[in-house]
């Protein structure tokens, strides 16, 4: 079953076509900075267009070109590691796990909201930069204004995310759930105690949602889909804390982390309250395997 709204936890693919796919940015991107500052011929149509927006230009899709390029050489040498370590130990190498505890991860993705808004905003700002150039906007073609106004969507719906996130961070802080083991195994037992503090102490009818989560292809981009889930109903204490249990079939695949696409396990809990609610995103460590 896909789940539309969870974001993919896989990057971009580890294929060599990445290379290629990005050296076109990286060549139109230094040849455009060099013509800004002065190192190529001017060509038709920047000779009207101040040198600093130019260059600006040629720096953002460089910068594209080099961060895919970077991304797909980090994803082959991640490869490279999962394939020698698939018989051994992979939580040693897939992540910095703590054996104690793990966070709730909404920090970090207010984070990569805010900062994406950022990047995008940046990219949506120079792109309106003939508004403010041309003396008669009334000359500018309405297709450029669709597209700025689409752009402008895309860049508001970024930012009123990554708000949300933060202001959830604010209002309820950085739970976490307490590791009864590690790493746990499919076919034995997952027991954690979920933390949430004072902001969600004495609370009744929380839900938790543990799941196995492949990636796989889609339309335009990895999608989730769910292998196996269970839910929990559970109750907090004064303390906000509350013990949950469930058991794991021993047919399903432990982590994966390392592969493209991934495979994980994955601890929701929340609550509906007035305001913003609570949403809590755990990443479990569930192998397969004896314990050695």
């Known amino acids: 079953m896909p789940l539309l709204d969870k974001p993919p936890r896989g990057r971009f693919s580890p294929s060599g076509w990445g290379l ?89 993705a207010a984070y990569k909201s805010l900062a994406g808004a950022g990047a995008f905003g940046v990219f ?55 590791l009864e083991a590690f790493p746990f195994y499919v076919g034995a037992t997952l027991d954690v105690v979920f933390e949430g503090g004072a902001a969600l102490a004495d609370r009744r009818g929380l839900r938790a949602t543990l799941r196995c989560i492949e990636e796989g292809p889609g339309d335009d981009r990895p999608v989730c889909y769910q292998v196996w889930a269970e839910e929990r109903v559970f109750d907090t204490d004064h303390e906000g804390r509350a013990a949950l249990s469930f058991e794991l079939p021993a047919d399903l695949p432990g982590n994966r982390l390392l592969e493209t696409p991934p495979t994980y396990w994955q601890l929701e809990a929340r609550e509906t309250r007035p305001g913003v609610d609570y949403a809590g995103t755990f990443l479990m460590p569930v192998y397969r395997g004896a314990p050695r």
């Open 20 to 108: 290629l796919f990005a050296l076109p940015f990286l060549v139109v991107g230094a040849w455009v900075a060099g013509i800004g500052a002065g190192v190529f011929p001017e060509q038709p149509g920047t000779a009207a267009l101040p040198w600093w927006l130019v260059a600006g230009i040629g720096v953002l899709f460089f910068a594209v070109g080099f961060h895919l390029a970077l991304e797909t050489l980090r994803g082959m040498a991640v490869r490279a590691l999962a394939a020698r370590v698939r018989d051994l130990a992979p939580w040693r190498f897939d992540r910095r796990w703590s054996r104690r505890v793990v966070h709730d991860e909404t920090g970090w």
């Open 124 to 178: 949506v700002a120079v792109l309106h930069a003939p508004l403010v150039l041309e003396p008669d906007p009334k000359r500018l073609p309405v297709m450029l204004y669709v597209v700025l106004g689409v752009f402008d969507l895309i860049f508001l719906g970024l930012l009123l995310h990554g708000l949300t996130l933060v202001t959830r961070r604010l209002r309820y802080g950085r739970t976490r759930v307490r």
